[in-house]
């Protein structure tokens, strides 16, 4: 691929703002994918990477010429993938946040921070834990950040058809799993 005219890359500027605005929605979309912190915050950042080399080339879909919309579709395109194929070799490597390590190098478990509580509660996270991460990647995508079936698609791989379907089941089991761990427990009165 040859370089694009100057002229057609994105500046330092337009990078950093383009970052700044998909940081968190493509943070989010990975952490519900993935389900794990860590891991999320390393795509996120290997996602970033990524679009910096292909803003050194001037290539498209990230360059000038481009609307802002493919660009943020070529993101989570780029993020969905990472995340399937990390999940692929998951069992090759296990992620552990150095923040949830002692003095001893041992993992502990840590509460969530404030923002994390605020953000997701536990019930939900779980129940998006359950869904495969295919279902989970076409609900947080249409729900959450807001593309259509057809943007959904382009970014998983699928017809519009086929993530209406997805979506659909994802939304049935997501329900169902969030109910059964949330159901009120129903006391018993002694006969």
Known sequence: MTDAP???RLSIAEFTALCARAQWPLYAFLRGVVGEDELA???TQDTFLAMWRMVQRGAPPVDTVHPDAERRRWLFQVAYH????ALRHRHVLRW???DEL??????TIGALSFEDDLAES???RAALTSLAPQDAACLLLIVVQDFTAAETGQILGATPAAVAK???RAKQRLRAVYL???APTIERSPQ
Do not use: K
Request: proline share 0%; net charge negative; glycine share 4%.
């Open 166 to 168: 997805r979506f659909a």
């Open 82 to 85: 990472r995340a399937i194929s």
């Open 6 to 8: 100057e002229n057609e």
């Open 122 to 124: 536990q019930a939900l």
């Open 180 to 182: 059964a761990q949330n």
């Open 102 to 107: 002692d003095d001893a190098g041992h993992a």
């Open 41 to 43: 915050r390393d795509l």
């Open 96 to 98: 552990h946040s150095l």
